[in-house]
């Protein structure tokens, strides 16, 4: 049933075997009307596990949990029924995210050109020559060769369905939108006009013409036309208020300069011209000669001469005469006319829900799937710029170049996310490979760590770092939808390229360039080194050392330095590669030595204790000696380059320099050339002892005596053997970061 009480129906409810999982078939009923279900034919057995899932809710195992783990095994034997095993659905929460690229655009193969939508409203040239496309996934430009995506989840574009978009003579933006009108002055800049911020009496907008920046035309599909001052007037005018005889979709709007007047194109009601300065309107209908009160597009050439596109072809109304009807027979690839550009008075090209069609000073060459490379001939939107015709569908966007045409349509790629929940150590997953924006379902209370991948690209959490320990936190309420989107911005993987040369200038023939970043003890790429020539790919953005090793030779970080605190960091950028790295191998090289003491957490000496010296960084060296009665200890014949030092004090786990007994939290010892270090001192921090404790169980749960339990925190500590509770205690236990526990008896599997 479900939390509300009501039954379920039609749900599938499998079995399980808990000492047999994902077997190749499970039994499984299915509930009726009443929610109710009964699985028979079961075998006797002791470890039946039952559970329910659906979409939205979250997975509910007997007795009520929501983790397999810790589902309690049901025995059924002697051919008994079980009754009473009841489940619940409750309705989890929603965890709502979007992910893109960098440039705004959906994640795609990483390499390969992408847009943002293959349903292209609206095609408009900005006076810089930009190009600007209404897409119902938001509003891609291209300007350049840089192509970029704004929507919602990067902007405050008030909704990502654009239908219309304008430009005024000052290259302001304005789109229309299902949700509100978006005002954009500088790229990635948009902002909002709603209901719920403005004046504006609608948010669900069809079309809109910029005048100028202080004189915008709205319209809805109510038939709703609204006059805007750029600021906080907007002065709305109803189909009755026009004119008309009943509410229409207004599908269009256009200017004509020569007049003064807005041309409304409405999908039933012909075309309503507004006069700006006299506010006055007056309708031109099929009663006027329009072929069809469906009017889809209008385009004005000079002097006032206006291309009006309807469901039945073209009419040009020319005031010095005479008007003209365009429509197949005329030579139109189709009757439905989508969009008109005009180039020049003898210069135009049309879009239709049949192909495109090229009006050259009165003759017309069209353009259909049939007779050319074009993708698809449902046209919705077409533009001329300096030549090239690019024309958007139903299913992407072509472009006509030089006769011949390239189709590009929008491209998926899965962007998974992972989920983690470390207070309850719940796990969830989900993605999305057609959308920007996805929900994850059925999620319990808690807060949980974000993790988007994509192939091809780095993995991220939120909020757009690199590892775990840094990410933050998402609440997720069960039963509610997160109040915000969360929003992943998928960073394309940078490189770093140069060279390796000797101190004379040689080009090194061989060897390897690892690369660290700053903070971090293990390499994250590497390269070989060919011909003086090194190159690596798939670095996040950020810094990084370079080191080059070979062996016999001691390891140089960049530019030439043996130690890393004179190592210089290189900066990698998202999707770029940093060039002109040069490492320089000194002319020789003597090794030297590295001295210190070892010291209880009080500072007495720690005496006769293992030392230990490993080469890190690409440093290839291992050594050993013992420290004196006074904790005095000396490596000598150290190689140039940067080592880990350590001691093993009775006890204790191993102790790194300076004080850690973190094998990975250590200060790293630079040696140059027949340097001495001294001062290398290690001491045992202070710290308050702990303990581990628990329970050895067999497969049944039943407690285990008898049982030999040890841990190994850098050593083994002695082992404890289990009474008849199965209970271990080992107590007075330093920190160590990777306590490790093992259990083992007779007969039995460790």
């Known amino acids: 049933m479900q939390s509300s009480g009501l039954p379920v129906t039609n749900q599938y409810i499998p079995i399980d075997y808990r000492n047999s999982p994902n077997i190749w078939w499970s039994p499984y009923s299915y509930t009726d009307l ?3 279900y009964q699985i028979g034919g079961l075998p006797d057995r002791d470890d039946y596990i039952i559970g329910v899932a659906a979409t939205g809710y979250i997975s509910d195992y007997y007795p009520g949990v929501i983790d397999y783990d810790d589902a309690e095994p049901l025995a059924i034997t002697g051919g008994m029924d079980l009754t009473g095993i009841d489940l619940e659905l409750i309705e989890g929460g929603v965890l709502r995210a979007a992910a893109y690229l960098e ?43 840089a192509t970029r995506g704004t929507h919602p989840y990067n902007s405050d574009l008030p909704g990502e369905i654009v239908r219309d978009l304008s430009i005024s003579p000052t290259d302001t933006k304005f789109y229309a939108t299902d949700k509100g009108v978006g005002r954009q002055t500088a790229m990635g800049s948009v902002e909002a006009f709603t209901t719920a911020n403005s004046n504006l009496p609608y948010n669900d907008c069809t079309a809109i013409q910029a005048v100028s920046d202080s004189s915008v035309f709205i319209a809805s599909p109510t038939g709703d036309f609204t006059v805007w001052n750029g600021s906080t007037t907007f002065t709305n005018h109803t189909y009755s208020d026009r004119g008309e005889p009943s509410a229409s979709d207004i599908q269009c709007l256009a200017y004509d300069s020569t007049d003064g007047e807005i041309l409304i194109g409405t999908e039933s009601n012909g075309m309503t011209i507004y006069n700006i ?46 008007d ?25 090209w049309i879009a239709t829900t049949s192909g495109i069609a090229h009006y050259d000073d009165g003759s017309f060459t069209t353009y259909t799937t049939s007779n050319s490379g074009l993708a698809n001939n449902n046209c919705r939107s077409i533009l001329d710029c300096d030549g090239d015709i690019y024309i958007g569908s139903s299913n992407g966007l072509d472009i006509l170049s030089n006769g011949s045409f390239q189709h590009y349509s929008r491209q998926n790629w899965y ?40 192939s091809g690209y780095p993995s991220q959490y939120f909020d757009g770092v690199a590892n775990q320990e840094d990410a933050t936190l998402i609440p997720v309420q069960q039963g509610m939808e997160t109040a915000e989107r969360y929003a992943f911005i998928i960073e394309s993987y940078g490189g770093i390229e140069g060279t390796v040369e000797d101190s004379m200038g040689n080009p090194t023939t061989s060897g390897t360039v690892s690369f660290y970043q700053p903070g971090a003890n293990s390499q994250v790429a590497s390269a070989n080194v060919s011909g003086g020539v090194f190159q690596t790919t798939n670095l996040i953005e950020g810094g990084y050392y370079a080191v080059y090793t070979q062996s016999g030779l001691p390891s140089v970080f960049y530019p030439n330095a043996y130690d890393i605190a004179d190592a210089q960091i290189i900066q990698v950028t998202s999707g770029q590669t940093t060039s002109g790295i040069g490492i320089v191998l000194p002319a020789a090289s003597e090794n030297g030595t590295i001295s210190g003491r070892i010291l209880d957490s009080s500072g007495n000496p720690y005496p006769f204790v293992s030392m230990s010296l490993t080469g890190v960084f690409g440093t290839s060296q291992n ?39 973190d094998q990975q939290n250590f200060d790293p010892v630079g040696v140059d050339s027949g340097e001495d270090v001294a001062g290398i001192d290690l001491q045992v921090p202070t710290y308050t002892a702990g303990s581990l404790f628990g329970i050895i169980v067999d497969g049944g749960g039943n407690p285990v005596s008898g049982a030999e339990v040890g841990i190994y925190g850098g050593f083994n500590y002695p082992a404890q053997t289990t009474g008849s509770d199965g209970l271990f205690s080992f107590q007075n236990l330093p920190p160590f970061p990777g306590y490790s526990v093992f259990g083992r008896k007779t007969n039995h599997i460790p």
């Open 277 to 322: 300065g006299g506010g006055s309107f007056s309708r031109f209908t099929t009663a006027d000669g329009l072929p069809q009160n469906q009017v889809n597009a209008i385009a004005v050439t000079g002097p006032g001469v206006e291309w009006i596109g309807t469901s039945n072809g073209i009419y040009v109304r020319d005031p010095g005469g005479p």
């Open 34 to 36: 009443m929610g109710n």
């Open 415 to 454: 962007v998974s996310a992972s989920l983690y929940d470390p207070s309850t150590d719940y796990f969830a997953s989900g993605g999305s490979s057609n959308s920007i924006d996805f929900d994850i379902q059925g999620l319990p209370t808690g807060n949980y760590r974000v993790q988007i991948s994509a």
């Open 623 to 661: 050594g050993y000696t013992t420290a004196d009665k006074d904790g005095a200890y000396t490596f000598t014949n150290v190689t140039p380059g940067v080592h880990r030092i350590s001691g093993s004090p009775f006890g204790l786990p191993p102790l790194y320099y300076s004080s850690s007994f």
């Open 324 to 348: 003209t009807t365009y429509q197949m027979a005329d030579g139109l690839p189709g009757d439905n006319v989508q969009d008109i550009h005009i180039v020049s008075a003898t210069q135009v």
């Open 103 to 145: 440039s705004g655009l959906p994640v795609v193969q990483a390499g390969n050109p992408q847009i943002l939508g293959n349903v292209f409203n609206r095609i408009a040239k900005d006076g810089s020559g930009g190009l600007w496309f209404a897409t119902e996934e938001g509003v891609m430009s291209i300007i350049g060769s």
